[in-house]
C-alpha cells in the first residue's frame, strides 16, 4: 500500500514567520512530488512540484526533497493570513495516478 | 492557467436520480481524474483516464460510471443517487508530467 503521510495540524504561525509542512512517502519509485494549496470550500491549486533532490524556490515557497529519506517539505517564507488554507502533498510513481496525503492546515495570525 | 470546467457547480437531487457532473478541459491533456472530498477530509480517487477509451477504476468504490469518448470530455454518472453520495466531487487533468489541475468542483446533495 504506497502511502502518503502528513501531519494534520494545525500548524499555527505568527505573520512574517517561516511555516514549515513535511510529507513523508512510502514508495521509493515515487518520482515526482507535488504541493497544493486548497482553502476551504475550494479545489486544490498547485503551489510547487519537485523531481530531482535538493531545494526549488518560487517567490516565498520553497520545496525541499530528500529521496533517501522519502522526506519532501515545503517552507513558506514571510507566512501571510493570507496563506491560512490545508497544504496537500501528492507523490507519483510513473504509471499510476497521484496519491495525496491527508493535508496539513495551516493558520497564520496577524 | 488551468482551463478545466464543471458543471453544474451545485446541484441538489432526490433520492433515485440519475445525474451526470460534467467536467471538460481546454489544454488537450491526456489524463483525466474524478475525486470526491467531503468537508474538511481527504480527497479519494474515484476514477481515471489515460486517453481516449481507457477508464480505471480508483481506490474508493463508488457506484459511479465514467466515459471517456473525446479528450477534453469525461463525464461522471451516478445510475441511482443516494444521500451518502452527498460531497464534492472534483474533477481533474495532467500532462505528461502528472502535473493535476483541479476544476472548480460539482458539491451534490441528494435528499
Known amino acids: 500500500q504506497k502511502e502518503v503521510e502528513q501531519n494534520s495540524g494545525p500548524l499555527s504561525v505568527p505573520e512574517g514567520a517561516i511555516a514549515s509542512l513535511n510529507c513523508t512517502y512510502s514508495?521509493?519509485?515515487?518520482?515526482?512530488f507535488f504541493w497544493y494549496r486548497q482553502y476551504s470550500g475550494k479545489s486544490p491549486e498547485l503551489i510547487m512540484f519537485?523531481?530531482?533532490?535538493g531545494d526549488k524556490e518560487d517567490g516565498r515557497f520553497t520545496a525541499q526533497l530528500n529521496k533517501a529519506s522519502q522526506y519532501v517539505s515545503l517552507l513558506i517564507r514571510d507566512s501571510q493570513p493570507s496563506d491560512s488554507a490545508t497544504y496537500l502533498c501528492a507523490v507519483n510513481q510513473a504509471g499510476t495516478a497521484l496519491i495525496f496525503g491527508k493535508g496539513t492546515t495551516l493558520s497564520v495570525s496577524s | 492557467e488551468a482551463d478545466i470546467y464543471q458543471t453544474p457547480r451545485y446541484l441538489v437531487i432526490g433520492t433515485g436520480k440519475k445525474i451526470t457532473l460534467e467536467c471538460s478541459q481546454t489544454?488537450?491533456?491526456?489524463?483525466m481524474y474524478w475525486y470526491q472530498q467531503d468537508p474538511g477530509m481527504e480527497l479519494h480517487l474515484i476514477h481515471y483516464?489515460?486517453?481516449?477509451?481507457?477508464?480505471e477504476k480508483g481506490d474508493l468504490s463508488s457506484e459511479s460510471t465514467v466515459s471517456r469518448i473525446r479528450t477534453e470530455h469525461f463525464p461522471l454518472t451516478l445510475e441511482s443517487a443516494r444521500p451518502s453520495h452527498t460531497s464534492q466531487y472534483l474533477c481533474?487533468?495532467?500532462?505528461?508530467?502528472?502535473?493535476?489541475?483541479f476544476g472548480p468542483g460539482t458539491r451534490l446533495t441528494v435528499t
Open positions: 481533474a487533468s495532467s500532462w505528461q508530467k502528472d502535473e493535476q489541475y
Open positions: 519537485i523531481y530531482s533532490n
Open positions: 489544454m488537450g491533456h491526456d489524463k
Open positions: 514508495d521509493r519509485g515515487s518520482q515526482s
Open positions: 483516464s489515460y486517453g481516449v477509451n481507457s477508464t
